[in-house]
């Protein structure tokens, strides 16, 4: 196979990348893999590299990052930029302030948008209600369905319970 | 020596350790990488002081820059700490009696609590970190987000904050030359597998860490299953790979460990890699019953008591790479 670049030399680096759940296959030569950076994983790759490699993919930069693209989080002032150099936050606020823009970087590491995991227990409580409210009611739907009415009945006194009891916590 | 080097646990002839670290940081408290030397001292009282308030737990503190470079890496080669709060200037932590829970403070989160246990048992590991968090929390305010979880420094740990990982010894599977093909399957169902002492390290020994990648959208219990199943399937293909070289390559496989044995139990000069290395073949011939009256706690405090600062606080000096290589010997010749 020759190198995808150059179109002279062998092609030695074979790449798969996937953007967006598209794959796309490129084989270089070992110089044209070198000039293009495909290489740096022997070269001090990083995990920062790596994450700010995955919030530059997507839509391509404007050249000029003007004041409004670049905001940065009112209470630690860490700019979006640096965060996106650096991959690391500056507090738990940048989250907020960063906000959708780093809806897709969860993607791409997490595969996923939404924590279903523990809750603080002393914070969390309204939370955990309502997550507990959430799969009760599911739980109904699904007895209703299969007609189980003595079984929806049980959890229908469960979820007025639950609702008897937050009422009181707020 | 710490509880998970010395006890025994679940299937300790391929599991050598279960570890669940937990990552929490305090709300309206920049990450500690933006702190200066008094907000991140404040940070490590705030975490003492629940620990202490709360936790059934008694934990000394270590502050780093207190205590002498070797001491930080001895705790480090005990798994107690992680490299980067060993490297760093403001961090500390809390470490129980029996060294089975450590709270790590200003690392690149507020706080990280570990558990860490013998052998193949991640659901009391994470039952431990968890009563750990629940304890903390009672005083503590952590960054949580109803939608995202709990708020870390790097995005890679959003969600849960937990990383849990196996330390699993392979020598089968990497003399039959397969060892790669089970790493690559690994990773492909979201796990990931690392060096003896985390991310970034070589793998030594046979040693391996399969643990969790994704931190957001799965329960810790299904992070927990899901490190189990993988461990569990690797300890079967272990066992298969020891099986068939004992049936097919019985002698050479002998030969093999006792010469390891034999240059364990003589030699006077030895380097950590080939201590890690023959160590490793003297543990399979221990698990296959070729060498008798060994056990796992003598091979594992070995192990980690050969480590170059070990070896240093051992001779209550700084030593060249030279001498500890003489020292070293000598550590092995008189444990076996």
Redesign the interface.
Known sequence: MICNECGKRPATVHITKIENGKKTNMHLCEQCALAKGALSMNTGFSINDLLAGMLNTGTPLPIKVDFMDDPSCPVCGMKYSRFRETGRFGCGSCYKSFGDRLTPLFRRIHGNINHTGKIPQRTGGRLKIMREMESLKAELANAVKREEYEKAAEIRDKIRALEKSSGRDE | MSGWITQQGPQNEIVLSSRVRLAR?I?????P??LNIDEANKVIDQVEMAAKKNDKESYKLYTIDKIPYVDRQVLLEKHLISPDLAKGSKGAALISENELISIMINE?DHIRIQAILPGFQMKNAWAMA?DV??AL??SL????????????????N???G?RASAMVHLPALNMSGNISKILQTVTQI?LTIRGMYG?GTEFQGNLFQISNQ???????EE?VENINAATSQIVEKEKEARNILLNNNRIQLEDKIWRAWGILKNARVITSQEAMKLLSDVRLGMDLNIIENLTVSLLNEIMIETQPASIQKYAGEELSPDARDIIRAEIIRKKL
């Not at chain 2, 994704?214 to 810790?220: A, D, K, N, P």
Request: charged share 25%; proline share 5%; with cysteine.
């Open positions: 940081n709300a309206n408290t920049p990450f990488a933006y690149e968890n968090d629940d929390e009672q305010d952590y960054t949580y987000d109803e939608k995202l979880g709990y708020l870390t420094c790097c995005p890679t959003v969600g849960t937990m979201g991310e994704i931190t957001l959208g799965l329960s810790e992070i």
